[in-house]
């Protein structure tokens, strides 16, 4: 009796084992890896200050605050006008809206029954932020190997991008950026900037503010105010 016993309780043990071997390993949560470059820049606007940082990266220093989501699209604006006026390089341009592309998660959908386009439509903002970071380098840098090798061919695996008919790129507005790829996006822009911040052509702020500001006297405070909104910090 106490043999059969014994047996029965190795049996029940090892058939324990093998369920526990059985069950499907839990997914380990993804670290965010270490990148190249920092993960956040900081900026100035209506006296305070603010970071921006890629996807899944927290900015540790103190007396700032993440960019909030509503100012996603002033922050888009103000990179795109300033860089525009000469006074923030298209390097700098960069780093702001390629955070941003990794960030926004924003989009708008439909179905359009206008007699130009009838059918289901989506705009999601992370690809205008990627589209205008990208044409401000390759504006700059036309189809030079650090382009094509650090965006144009990243990009283009990740299916965020298709060959343009009239441009180097066109970006899928109507894609909503997977979570998935999310991480790979970040890697991909992250390694272009640390590439691209050898390229001086990149590098150059022709202008000032008021330099700016004063090559239309009749709009000079109004450009003042559109081109100061925010100011970028290089700590």
């Known amino acids: 009796m106490n043999a059969r016993r014994k047996n029965a309780a190795t049996t029940a043990t090892l ?13 380990a949560a993804e670290q965010p890896q270490k990148l190249s470059v920092t993960p956040c820049v900081h900026l100035v606007g209506e006296g305070r200050k603010y970071s921006l940082s890629y996807f899944g990266y927290n900015c540790t220093h103190e007396g700032v605050v993440p960019l909030p989501e509503e100012l996603y699209d002033r922050m888009h604006s103000w990179a795109c006008n300033a860089s525009y006026a000469k006074i923030l390089s ?19 959908k439909g179905f359009s029954r206008g007699p130009c386009s009838f059918g289901p439509w989506a705009d999601y ?20 190997p650090v382009v094509t090798e650090s965006l144009v061919k990243p990009l283009l695996s990740l299916g965020l991008a298709r060959k343009g008919r009239y441009s180097i790129l066109d970006f899928k507005e109507s894609t909503k950026l997977p979570a998935s790829k999310k991480p790979r996006l970040v890697r991909v822009l992250s390694r272009a900037e640390d ?12 202008l000032t503010l008021d330099e700016a500001a004063k090559q239309e006297p009749a709009y000079e405070a109004a450009r ?8 970028l910090l290089h700590d």
Request: charged content about 25%.
């Open 15 to 27: 058939l324990l084992v093998l369920a526990a071997w059985s069950l499907p390993n839990a997914p």
């Open 90 to 108: 298209e390097f700098d341009r960069y780093k702001i809206l390629a955070r941003l592309s990794t960030l926004d998660n924003r989009g708008d």
């Open 125 to 144: 903002r992370w690809s205008h932020h990627e589209a205008q970071a990208f044409y401000g380098i390759s504006d700059c840098l036309g189809s030079a």
């Open 195 to 206: 590439n691209l911040s050898r390229e001086e052509r990149l590098l150059a702020v022709p």
């Open 224 to 231: 003042k105010k559109t081109f100061g909104e925010f100011q």
